[in-house]
Nanobody, 121 residues
Framework: QVQLVESGGGGVHTGGSLRLSCAAS????????MGWFRQAPGNEREFVAR????????SIADSAKGRFTISRDNAKSTVYLQMNSLKPEDTAIYYC??????????????WGQGTQVTVSS
């Protein structure tokens, strides 16, 4: 089992940047694909980014492509989401998750508590 704790959320203006971090407990971090999802009020949880176990392969949702980058440091059991050129439509609670390679929340077994990102125009 792995426990996940996100940090780094906050409020920024349009065009700003934030770096989210997700720290994992346990020694099994490197055995999981890590993903970032987000959920805005009234919306379903949606895929944002994923990274494979070794950190060599990443996948970014079309809505975030060119602006967001996912990375991981297995030695620190941490996954990051660098978000640049933020837009108001990026406003949501951001969750990190550990699981298997996929873009559906159902493919991830463990979730953090979420961190709020608010982008104002």
């Amino acid at each position: 089992q792995v426990q996940l704790v996100e940090s780094g959320g906050g409020g920024v203006h349009t065009g700003g940047s934030l770096r989210l971090s997700c720290a994992a407990s346990g020694r099994t971090f490197g055995t999981y694909v890590m993903g970032w999802f987000r959920q805005a009020p009234g919306n379903e949880r949606e895929f944002v980014a994923r990274i494979n176990r070794g950190g060599s392969v990443t996948s970014i949702a079309d809505s975030a492509k060119g602006r967001f980058t996912i990375s991981r440091d297995n030695a620190k059991s941490t996954v990051y989401l660098q978000m640049n050129s933020l837009k108001p439509e990026d406003t949501a609670i951001y969750y990190c998750a550990a699981g298997d390679w996929g873009t559906s929340p159902k493919q991830y077994d463990y979730w953090g508590q979420g961190t709020q990102v608010t982008v104002s125009s």
